[in-house]
């Protein structure tokens, strides 16, 4: 792909919104100036996080140097100072919004969701109520249904439907549909009567953009609910009563703030780093004054009242809408950083924000829908394309040739080790994540039922994917990082040769029944024990057999002082902490460089907190076995002659350590418990039945590699490298997993002696071969 001309072509189509050409700075300088940490990184998650710049920085740790703040609720001239930026700050929130100060108030928050929390506690719930939110709607939003429901209010989703072809005559109001999904209540003496409702306080709440596919809301939808409920609900018994409006602008506010002068919304909730960045830990919830007199707040803090006295029921209030809701101090420093993010995007333009990530996104989709395997079956399924309007997020799945379906942790998996960074799964919008995927409330709780939760890695059940892939674009996005991302796709994606089911599956071969004599022969040549999960093993050239394994391999875990347990993956320095076991002294010997002695443990003493703990488990191949604290199965093994080749590839590849070195692995990097020798690269993929000095091993199918075995110990400094993983992902990639090395249980059959020990240089037989 000729990147010099594809940019041309997207300059002849996007040239006047890109790039910002009437600001101080164009794209190009922006990114070479403030972001240059982005060299190796194309960043595409800004609705998880936009990035802060470097000037944005510099700004603030130089007011944080050159300015004494003090607790704002003192009154010496530290204090005032602190006071005078705060007030700068809420003046500023307001001027985004565009926002008069006398119909509305900025309150500080610790973040969209705790003003959405905020807002649910307070709000005049009541028997008669209804919380009416749009099914595509972020979790935070949907938690204001517990208040609601406790207060024996009625909730309910509904859809909402926008006209995306509007007549010169026409209004967009007058082209919204909603539909009501099930009322949901708690308690049946809150049913709705005839004539009750007129002095109820509603709330409806949507969000100007969402998460999950990017759609755009319309704002009109304020004045439709606030004037129009009882029409746009049809006969609905629940559009009555006095609705309050709430927009979640958590994702649109950074390109498509809305315009409280036009569309009164009564509560906006928004956190600053959707904005710019930084900082963290600091949001804002936008209250009407008018609405803000009905909420009902019980607690009171310093900062929120008058006068208290402590031995009798009595305080005053204060008056401030904002200091009555703000408990305690709030983050003023923090508060003090938010001004130089709004110059940045002053200076920018929210306007030209939005012209320039919009323009990326729409090219993203037109690649993204363009895309076609060799077949001709399309690559890419799109989601929220039949929205009037799109924001600058990306939402898709991906199929093969076969109309199967990539898995996202796949597609995450190999971005990260490409350098993308982009987020995968339903981005805690499960409203939208059903709706888009065609998910039933029986498909949803079906995937409950099969351990599915939020953020693990089960992208796929029953053939259908849990989640999605999302890519999002913020005002330093570019054109560059748009088309690594596009090439990143179409390189690992899209299946151009036409015997597609080989794609990705050199040297990975199905198993091979009978090899004969003649096969080349194999040998055991090294076997290693880690007693501790996720520490160093040892080497050993005997080594006795038990029914979960190794003896004493991954009998024994590490745990924090508060329970957790402790992994490389948390972890990293948990690889230099080294083991040894002597079976004649009955003794584990542990050894840190962190540590001045040695720790010595008895086997067989009662200090040790587990005995044998084995976990009978049916594990994902529907075969059962005793396990220690493995991951998947009793053994791994890998081959020297398949470490080999990796290390070919590498060197071939140009791959350099972080040194500047050559990158090249040993056998140790896989953590194996068994090495073999002899044959083929990857002649242990085609194994089914091993046989090695007359204990049999059936083999599990092959391992699937993550991250961990990038991460090399060296010179005492834990690196984490691209590589292995990356070049792997190039040739050893198949059905979603990375593959190198076999999983192996032990068969413990009456045929194997108890006392069963495997012995380096012992002959590995295979499959048929015999002995």
Request: glycine share 8%.
């Amino acid at each position: 792909m000729n990147t010099e001309s594809d940019k041309e072509q997207f300059l002849k189509e996007f040239g006047s919104d890109y790039g910002y050409p009437n600001a101080p700075k164009n794209i190009d300088e922006i990114r070479a100036t403030e972001f240059k940490r982005l060299n190796s990184t194309v960043y595409l998650d800004h609705a998880g996080a936009t990035l802060y710049s470097e000037s944005q920085m510099e700004a603030i740790f130089k007011d944080l140097n050159t300015t004494v703040y003090g607790n704002p609720h003192s009154q010496s001239s530290c204090s005032l100072a602190s006071e005078d930026i705060v007030a700068k700050a809420r003046q500023q929130v307001l001027n985004f919004f565009n926002a008069s100060p006398r119909e509305y108030s900025c309150i500080f928050t610790s973040g969209a969701t705790s003003a959405l929390k905020l807002v649910g506690e307070t709000f005049p719930w009541s028997s008669q109520s209804s919380f009416m939110y749009s099914v595509e709607n972020h979790n935070s939003v949907l938690g204001i249904r517990e208040y609601a429901l406790s207060k024996g209010a009625a909730a309910f989703a509904v859809d909402i439907e926008e006209s995306t072809h509007l007549g010169e005559s026409e209004s967009p109001k007058s082209n919204l549909k909603l539909t009501q999904h099930h009322v949901q209540r708690r308690s049946e003496c809150g049913e709705l009567k005839e004539g009750t409702t007129g002095n109820a306080y509603n709330l409806f709440a949507f969000p100007s953009e969402c998460n999950f596919s990017g759609r755009k809301f319309y704002p009109y939808l304020v004045k439709v609910i606030k004037e129009e409920s009882e029409r746009i609900l049809g006969s609905s018994q629940y559009g009555r009563g006095c609705w309050l409006v709430l927009i979640d602008a958590a994702k649109g506010c950074a390109t498509d703030p809305a315009d409280l002068s036009k569309f009164k919304a009564d509560f906006v909730v928004f956190s600053f780093y959707k904005l710019f960045g930084y900082p963290t830990g600091l949001g804002a919830l936008i209250v009407r004054n008018d609405a803000a007199k009905l909420m009902k707040k019980t607690y009171f803090s310093g900062g929120t009242v008058a006068a208290a006295i402590a031995d009798i029921d009595f305080f005053k209030r204060r008056e401030g809408v904002e200091e009555f809701f703000e408990d305690g101090t709030i983050s003023f420093l923090s508060i003090a950083a938010i001004q130089h993010g709004f110059r940045i995007m002053n200076m920018l333009t929210t306007s030209s924000i939005s012209r320039h990530t919009a323009s990326l996104a729409a090219y993203v989709r037109n690649k993204l829908l363009a895309l076609k395997h060799e077949n001709g079956e399309f690559v890419c399924t799109l989601y929220g394309l039949l929205s009037s309007e799109m924001g600058p997020t990306v939402s898709f799945n991906m199929k093969r040739p076969d109309g199967t379906w990539y898995g996202y942790r796949e597609v995450e998996k190999l971005a990260t080790l490409a350098g993308i960074q982009l987020r995968t799964g339903c981005f805690c919008n499960p409203g939208a994540c059903a709706k888009y995927l065609g998910l039933s409330h029986l498909d949803l709780l079906s995937n409950i039922e099969a351990g599915h939760v939020c953020w693990d890695d089960r992208d796929m059940l029953h053939g259908k994917p849990t989640g999605a892939i999302r890519v999002s674009f913020g005002y330093m996005s570019t054109f560059e990082d748009v088309m690594k991302f596009v090439n990143f796709v179409e390189n690992n994606f899209v299946i151009l040769s036409s015997n597609w089911s080989a794609f990705h599956l050199s040297s990975i071969s199905p198993p091979v029944e009978g090899i004969g004599k003649a096969a080349a022969r194999h040998f055991l040549t090294s076997i290693t024990v880690y007693p501790i999960k996720s520490c160093a093993g040892f080497s050993a050239n005997q080594w006795p057999l038990t029914s979960t394994g190794l003896l004493y391999d991954r009998e024994w875990i590490l745990k924090s002082t508060t329970g957790e347990i402790l992994t490389q993956k948390k972890v990293p320095e948990m690889c230099y902490i080294t083991t040894l076991i002597d079976l004649n002294l009955g003794k584990l010997f542990l050894e840190s460089p962190r540590c001045k002695e040695k720790l010595q443990i008895e086997l067989k003493s009662n200090s040790l907190a587990t005995g044998r703990d084995e976990m009978d488990i049916q594990n994902h191949r529907d075969v059962g076995a005793k396990l220690n604290f493995v991951n998947e199965a009793q053994f791994l093994l890998v081959s020297e002659e398949s470490i080999a080749d990796l290390n070919s590839r590498l060197k071939s590849n140009g791959r350099k350590s972080t040194g500047g070195q050559a990158v090249q692995v040993g056998a140790m990097r896989f953590r194996p418990n068994l090495v073999a020798s002899g044959g083929e690269p990857y002649a242990e993929d085609r194994w089914r039945h091993l046989n090695i000095g007359g204990k049999y091993f059936t083999s599990l199918g092959g391992c699937n590699r993550c991250q961990m075995i990038n991460i090399n110990p060296e010179a005492g400094e834990v690196q984490r490298l691209s590589e292995p993983l990356a070049t792997l992902a190039g040739y050893r990639r198949a059905k979603g997993k990375i593959l190198f090395g076999i999983l192996l249980r032990y068969e413990n059959n009456t045929k194997t002696k108890s006392d069963a020990w495997l012995r380096v240089g012992e002959q590995i037989f295979s499959n048929g071969d015999s002995n």
